[in-house]
């Protein structure tokens, strides 16, 4: 049997919101396609759990969600900056907003 005060290790949460303009979708879609293709990447190149949280009805509005769990405080703000580094530089859509918490 396992105690739960028996573990001590911290545990931590970042979260990188970011809300995306898609300009050159044209559909539900198409949006869709380059969202997949998006998360699918981010998933295999950052080991981050993503999900669209917002405007699912909107072919050229999308908000995003990515959460990355660590022990260490900096590897995870490391790691989701680069993260962010990562998306700025990418060609199918320009970020309009974005939120960093770490809980």
């Known amino acids: 049997m396992y105690s739960i005060l028996a573990y001590t290790n ?4 970042g979260l990188l919101s970011i809300e995306i303009y898609i300009p050159g979708s044209s559909s539900l879609k198409e949006k869709r ?11 295999k ?3 981050v759990s993503v999900a669209e949280t917002g405007y699912h ?3 050229q509005r999308s908000l995003l969600g990515f959460a990355l769990v660590a022990e260490k ?3 995870v703000q490391e790691a989701l900056n680069k993260l962010f580094t990562w998306l700025d530089n990418e060609a199918a859509f320009e970020i309009v907003k974005f939120n960093f918490e770490f809980r």
């Open 45 to 47: 190149k950052f080991n």
């Open 10 to 13: 911290k545990m931590l949460v």
């Open 33 to 43: 396609m380059i969202l997949k293709s998006l998360k699918d990447r981010a998933h």
């Open 57 to 59: 009805d909107k072919w």
């Open 73 to 75: 405080e900096k590897f």
